[in-house]
Structures are given as structure tokens and as C-alpha cells.
């Protein structure tokens, strides 16, 4: 029987490796302690057994016994990239194998069976392997530390039921594995397994919830005993189906199932419910998804839901849901970007503007609070187009300008949320930040910085102005027909703006051409007595370098919204509308505090690394190639009298 014993683990092991593990499942049987019986005998199973195989049916790793075992398989990356496809592509390793399960299922049923299961029994549990017929092959537990751990055998069923598991189907061949193959204890052995570990969803994917309400400035806001009203904003790409048939070269790590809408939908629902947003900002909607299944089931969870397709032959667009048991609509003002005739504006994108009131529980009805501008949109995507972009966001901005602006001309807290397809810090970025950009000569593919084309010879580049005043749009993105009308012959800047610059450096500097003329331009007027000194340069005696604020704060990488062609990047934003700092500026950046709409708080983003031991975006969890954001707000709510 102990003949039978090691016929048995090489079966094992030949079932449950490709060729080009064998060798190294082997090697480290033979590098450890086994009694010297047992290295006979082994001895004795590769020069009997591997003689009598056909030469189809030979295995070329059995002759072949390494000394050491290879550490590539040390690692728990290696095994998270591992696929049945190469198991299935040895098809003379397999029948052999089932070969050789089939005549152990017959020795084990021969009296001398009871003397090898005990001295079996005597092997330690932890590198036990089972075969069974309704199980799957095992898979490795994943570690974070890359550490492997024992193999276990897991039910289909349990399997199937448990969603905070990742785990891959596994297709076998009914006719190379016998129906009851008996389970055996592997004494000795590494546990190498072919299939993609598992991977617990909530250790690799899990995401923080940042309590921002806990910050000093936000604090010092808060304490001052006023109430808010707090609410929920989601904004999502959740990829749009024909998107994803369209471009499947996109989607090559990923298994055909979990593309398949009847899959992600569910998980997509899922999803939004269990985060309960208030407000909820969608992209790449397919048309007939939102009117058959989308909006349907919104309703049932309360939302009120708003729509605008894309022009041309797109099927996808835009959608903003609120629960109309928190939000009443003031007003909708859907966008279209596309303007025949003008190059500038040719693309098929779209956005929505809305105006919502909140509502009230009822016994703060001698309570006021501010009404609040919803903003989605998504812009164009080719990163060569950053005119198209800045011209789109500036369409967009001026449709806000309208929709936010009071009777009194102040304006309502605004809250701009989409796929912006720009990565943070970027000249479109800034532009949003900052309320200015000069875009004069600037390349077109470095407005979003998605990509490098500095080594292109010729780069499309941006001049002023960047559309034509046939558009009605100001350069300060607002419609020409809501701007107040400026009175003839008025200058644009005053004379008491101009007299500050007459004895600056500029002015003056003698041109060279200038005629010289003695006692007139031969000399440097001198500054009367009463003109200001230049301030000092004030140094900061403790410089702090800037760090941008898309970096995770733990470990300090980059966090990401999306991962195209396995490369992580961050497009997707939620931008609110704050009060600047007076003489605030750090890093290129202004600095703001909230006014009457206070971040609250946000669910935290992924790191690439992260995003990469789930096998990218979309996976089995999470079925979009975006990731959600969430974050809380809260409106001061104010007396009636005081307002």
C-alpha cells in the first residue's frame, strides 16, 4: 500500500499541476525528511511507472527532479494570475491522471486498505487535499503578506452562496475524473493549486468612511449651534452596456459572465442601495436600461429620476434621482454640447442642471434652508480634444450661472458631480478649482493631462478666443444675455487703475527705439516721495512641500476612480461650491472654507495596487470600470426671521 500511497500523490499532484509545476511540486518533495522506504519506493514508481507510459502519455517533469523548488510560487501574486486554461491545455497530463485516480479507486477497495488509511491518518491536517466529485479544485487562501497558506477543500454550494468571496468557476472534463474518487492526506507537500485565489472582498476592496465633521474648521462652523440639514450625493459611471460591447478589448481580464448586464445590474443596484444616497448622479445610462429597468425600480426606492440621452447615435446619457421625500424640483435644464457648424463643439455629450428645494421635517416649519444646484454631466473623452472639454465645461458652467443665480443675484450652493475625464491638477481641474485658467497657446492634450503627446511634432493648440461670440457665451462662462448691459464709450479700466503702473519697472524702461531726446528720454524718472515702497518678500521660515489632495492618507499613493487597460487614474469628481480665503493661496491652489454647504463627509477611493489584486475594474464586486463616490453634506438652516 505504500506503493499505492505515492501512485496516489502523483496523481494528486499531476491533476492539480501543469506540466511546469511537476517539477517543482517534486523537488520539494524530495528536499525534505521522507524515511528512506518511502525515497525507494519513490525511486522505484519513476523508473517502473513512467517506463510503461505510452510516449504520448509521458510526462516530462517526472524525469526531471529538481533539487530546490522555485520561489515564484512563494508568492501570492503568482497564484492570484494563475488559470485552469493551462490545466486544460494538457490533455495528456489529465488523462493520465484519471488513469491513474481510476486504478487507485480500485486498489483502495482491496483489504489492505484499513493499514494505509491509518498510517495516512497520521498526516498532518493543514496540507490536506481533497478530491471529490462535487467539489471544485481547492484554492489558496489569499494573504496580504504574500505568505501561502494550506489548501482547503470548498463546496460548491457554499461557494456559490457566500458574495464576500472572490472565487473563479472551474471547468472540468466529467470523463477524465472519476465520479468518487476517495480523498487523501499529502504529507510533505507544497500546495500549489492552479486556481485564482480567493479573495475576501472586504480586505482587498474595503473602503473607509472619512468623518470630516470632526476638523477643526468644520467644528468651529458647527459649534456655533446651527442646524443643518445633512444629505447624501453618489456620483457613478456604471458603464454603459453597449459601451462594453463595443470595446471588449477593454475588458480582456475580465470572465464573460461578469460582463453580462443580467450580472451587473443586480450588483449595481445593490450597490446604491446599500450606500442610500439622496441625491444620485449617474453616467453611461443606456437609454433602454433606464426606461425598462433603471427607473422602474428608482421609483420603488423613492427617487424622483431625470434623463437626457446623448445626441446622434449614442444610446447612453445622463441621470440625476433625488428622494422626492427630501428634495422638491424648482427647475430642470438639460444641455446638449453639440452646436452644428462649430468645431469646437461637435461631440455628442450632455448634462443636467437642477434646482432643488429640501424639505423640512415638520416641526422645523419656522425654518428656512437654501435651495441646492445639481449638476452631472460627462465630457468627451479623447485626451487630444481639451478645447472640445474646456468648451463643454464652459457651457455647462454658464447654464449653472443661470440656474444658480437668486432674484438678489447672489447664488445657491451648487454641487457639480460627473465623469470629467481629467486627472487632478490638470489645467481643466484648476479651471474648476481656481475660477481662471489662461489657456493661450496651451496644448490641446495637456487641458485634461490624461496623456503625454509632448513628442508629437504637431499638437492642436488652444487660442483666444477659444469659441466664436456666435455661441453667447463670456469668457467669464456666462450667457451674454443674462450679463448686465455695460454703457457705451466706458473704459475697462479706470484712470486711477492705470495711474498705478506709471513708475513700475515696465514703464520705465527706455524702448530702444525710442528717439533720445536730452532732459526728456534720456533719463529714468525718479518715483515721487509718496509712491508706496515695494513690499518685502516674505519667506516662510518652515516651508511645507504641498502634497495634492488625491493621495490616500495612509500610505500615501494615488487614488484612483477608474482603471482603463489596467492603468488606474482619477477623472470622476464631486466638486461643491465654497467661500474662498481672503490672501489664501498655497501650492498654485486657492484655499477655501465652507459657507452655508459643509463637506461632512466622503467614502474613501482605492489605491491601483489594490484595485489590481481584485483583477481591475470591473470584477465579479464591483461591475463598472468606475468606482461610486459618495460624500455627505450639510445646509445651514436658518429662522424665517432672520432670513
Known sequence: MADAFFTCRKNVLLAKSTSTQIEGVFAATRGRLVPEEQEALLQQWLEEGAGNLPASESVPAVGKVSVTLTSDWLEGSELLMTSLSDLNSAPEVTQHAGQQLVELHALASSEPQDSAVTELAKLPAEETVAVADSAPWPAVVAQMDHQIAGCVAIDVEVQNEDPAVLAWSIARDAETVPTEPPAWRIQDTVPLCPVATEVPYHEILWRDWEDLSVQPCVLEQVSKNTPLFEFRVMSYNILAQDLV?????????????????????????????HWDPDVLCLQEVQENHYWEQLEPTFKEMGFACFYKRRTGTKTDGCAVCYKHSRFQLISLSPIEYFRPGLDILNRDNVGLVL?????????????????LCVANTHLLFNPRRGDIKLAQIALLLAEIDKIAKSTEGSYYPVILCGDLNSVPDSPLYKFIRNGELSYHGMPAWKVSGQEDFSQQSYSRKLL???????????????????????KLGRRKYSRNFLLQFRFCD?????????????????????????????????????????????????????EVTTMPM?????????????????DGNRGGRRLYRDGALKLLGRLSLLSEDALLLANGLPNPFCSSDHLCLLASFGLEISSLREG
Do not use: M
Open 506 to 558: 515696465v514703464a520705465c524702461e527706455r524702448p530702444p527705439q525710442l528717439v533720445l531726446l536730452e532732459g526728456v528720454t534720456d533719463a529714468k524718472p525718479d518715483c515721487p516721495a509718496h509712491w508706496p515702497k515695494p513690499a518685502a518678500v516674505v519667506r516662510d521660515p518652515d516651508p511645507q512641500p504641498f502634497v495634492p489632495s488625491h493621495f490616500l492618507p495612509q500610505r500615501g499613493r494615488p
Open 464 to 486: 483666444v478666443p477659444l469659441w466664436p461670440s456666435s455661441l453667447g457665451v463670456t469668457d467669464n462662462c456666462q450667457y451674454v444675455a443674462l450679463c448686465q448691459p455695460k
Open 355 to 371: 434646482l432643488l428645494q429640501p424639505l423640512l421635517p415638520e416641526h422645523l416649519d419656522l425654518k428656512a434652508v437654501s435651495p
Open 245 to 273: 460591447e463595443q470595446g471588449l478589448d477593454l475588458y480582456l481580464h475580465c470572465h464573460p459572465d461578469i460582463l453580462n448586464w443580467n450580472y451587473r445590474l443586480p450588483n449595481l443596484l445593490q450597490e446604491i442601495q
Open 566 to 582: 489596467g492603468l488606474g487614474a482619477t477623472v470622476d469628481y464631486i466638486f461643491y461650491s465654497a467661500e474662498p480665503v481672503r
